[in-house]
């Protein structure tokens, strides 16, 4: 097989685990940020069974509650996931809303109470000072650890092929049948790739927010 058709192979896998990127962020950052008002609540019960949640996802392999989404509905309630990638996405999105969760916490925590006296001072909502004053704040001071995060979602996408999840690796691997072992390292070129482009972004970004002390 020539490196240009090899090429084309694993560009269609790197598209899956692109979507499976995506999808991961775009479920996990705001259901993230819902957990951490779930264990920052003054309600004992809430925040006991938040955080009980958070410890055990965070405590339990990613790979492992891969197989529990796949397969744990269909051999205990007959309802499968309708599909391997949906499967992948719902565990992804999960896992990674939790730890983004506890980031979100001590960012919000770190923030001093005289910011939202000062908010309630000028007749401001709890909603309009959180958004308003307290967020952007958050922001610039979880952005190292969630950049983290998400360099660490780009290549924890290679577990979804536990579940045969056609993405880049698994793409990759599928070539070796035919007795081609070079695929496997060349799948590292898209992953530096990406992640270098995130990493400019994360770079950029901090610097926009860098007026915050």
Do not use: H
Not at 35 to 52: P, V, Y
Not at 129 to 150: D, G, H, T, Y
């Amino acid at each position: 097989m020539s490196f240009t058709a090899v090429t084309s192979n694993l560009w269609n896998g790197f598209q899956t685990t692109l979507l499976l990127f995506a999808l991961t962020l775009l479920f996990s950052l705001p259901f993230g940020l819902l957990i951490s008002f779930g264990s920052m609540s003054k309600i004992k019960l809430l925040r006991f069974l938040t955080k009980i949640i958070v410890w055990i996802v965070r405590g339990t392999p990613l790979m492992l509650q891969v197989f529990i989404v796949f397969y744990v509905p269909g051999l205990v309630f007959n309802a499968p996931i309708a599909t391997r990638f949906n499967a992948a996405v719902i565990a992804f999105s999960f896992n990674y809303a939790c730890y983004f969760s506890e980031i979100y916490r001590g960012g919000i925590e770190s923030i001093s109470r005289s910011q939202y006296e000062a908010g309630q001072v000028l007749g401001m909502t709890k909603s309009q000072i959180f958004f308003r004053i307290v967020l952007l704040q958050v922001i610039k001071r979880i952005l190292a650890p969630m950049s983290n995060e998400v360099i660490t979602l780009v290549k924890d996408t290679a577990l979804a092929r536990v579940i045969m999840v056609v993405e880049i690796l698994k793409e990759a691997e599928n070539l070796t049948a035919i007795g081609l072992v070079w695929p496997l390292f060349y799948t590292g070129v898209f992953y530096l790739a990406f992640i270098g482009i995130l990493t400019l972004v994360f770079g950029y970004t901090e610097k926009r927010l860098g007026y915050f002390v």
